[in-house]
Antibody
């Protein structure tokens, strides 16, 4: 059973850069896409983007200009960088394994979530 | 983006009730729909994929149906552990999008 464990800074000031990492335990990065999803306080879920084992990425257009995802196969982990954060980026951020077929993905394993707060 | 609209937003129910949640897509998504359960402070948990496929380990009281633009999640007999918020998600077209959630409460 794959287990995702994530970590990163929890408190940022506006304009700073957010960095989160998610390690995959009990499984390999190979063969899957790996996603980041966030949830603002009391709100619904927003897909941020995904990255493959080989480094191919797809990003949500609403965040694309500020998002970079990367993968480190030697450490079996993947990362999210979000630039120029504002209060609107305050949310719980989840990493997740994307599974599916025919070009579409849903999420069968999730990290525990990291609360990121952006405040002056 | 494809918009996903769930109804109702909140549902009051009792243990043993049959519960149905509806999810509508702004355009056809075939059967590329998943359902998740989320409890406070926890990550979402996958229940249903491809509209009606039951994820391994999920109780059989959960079922999904629908295709095109209208989908339902049914809990045949609500259990105490089922009080939670439920989300649908389309994976037919980028960007993957979620419904706003349906909270099932006592």
């Amino acid at each position: 059973q794959v287990h995702l464990q994530q970590w990163g800074a929890g408190l940022l000031k506006p304009s700073e850069t957010q960095s989160l990492t998610c390690v995959v335990n009990g499984g390999s990065l190979s063969g899957y896409y790996w996603s980041w999803i966030r949830q603002a306080p009391g709100k619904g879920l927003e897909w941020i983007g995904e990255i493959s084992y080989g480094g191919s990425t797809n990003y949500n257009p609403s965040l694309k200009s500020r998002v970079t995802m990367s993968v480190d196969t030697s450490k079996n982990h993947f990362s999210l960088i979000l630039n120029s954060v504002t209060a609107a980026d305050t949310a719980v951020y989840y990493c997740a394994r994307a599974v599916g077929a025919t070009g579409g993905y849903y999420f069968d394993s999730w990290g525990q979530g990291t609360l990121v707060t952006v405040s002056p | 983006d494809i918009q996903m609209t769930q109804s109702p937003s909140t549902l009051s129910a009792s243990v043993g009730d049959r519960v149905t949640i509806t999810c509508r897509a702004s355009q056809s998504i075939s059967s590329w729909l998943a359902w998740y359960q989320q409890k406070p402070g926890k990550a979402p948990k996958l229940l249903i994929y491809k509209a009606s496929g039951l994820e391994s380990g999920v109780p059989s009281r959960f079922s999904g149906s629908g295709s095109g633009t209208e989908f339902t999640l049914t809990i045949s007999s609500l259990q105490p552990d089922d009080f939670a918020t439920y989300y649908c998600q389309q994976y037919n077209t980028y960007s993957w999008t979620f419904g706003q959630g349906t909270k099932v409460e006592v």
